[in-house]
């Protein structure tokens, strides 16, 4: 009897413990998207692209950069360029630089050229790939 008392607290113990936070997959049945970290506009358009952090698996993390799209002739990638400006301090001036980036454009973005975007760093996507549109600005 005290053996089978002490092995049913040890399997209530254990499930206890067994219990796992939820899944993206179910949380993506649950809200449509994926709660990628980050305070932006979800857009509102679904996709089924596995590269895309609101619909897919991607994640994101490091640089966030705004910039505007410059190209778009790629299938699922822009081109975003941003201006900046760095001090020069033997001339105490301002020198203005480009910086050029490619980014992946999930479907339910579909940023086109002129539009301001911000792009957020992620995986290697491709050899010139590591970012991922996660937001257009709407004027
Ligand atoms: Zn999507």
Redesign the pocket.
């Known amino acids: 009897m005290v053996a089978d008392s002490e092995k049913k607290k040890k399997t209530t113990k254990r499930t206890k413990m067994v219990k796992k936070p939820k899944k993206d997959k179910e949380k993506v049945k649950a809200k449509g ?1 994926r709660d990628i970290g980050v305070d932006i506009i979800v ?1 509102k ?3 089924d ?1 596995r590269n ?5 698996t991607l994640s994101v993390r490091g640089q966030m950069i705004e910039g505007e799209v410059i190209s778009d002739k790629m299938q699922r990638t822009v081109i975003v360029e941003k201006n900046y400006r760095r001090y020069i301090p033997k001339y105490e001036r301002y020198e203005l630089r480009t910086g050029r980036y490619m980014a992946h454009n ?4 579909n940023a086109r050229t002129g539009a301001k975007v911000k792009i957020m760093e992620c995986r290697p996507l491709s050899k010139t790939k590591a970012f991922v549109v996660i937001e257009q600005k709407t004027k």
């Open positions: 998207y857009p358009k679904r996709c692209d895309c952090p609101f619909h897919g999930p479907p339910c973005i």
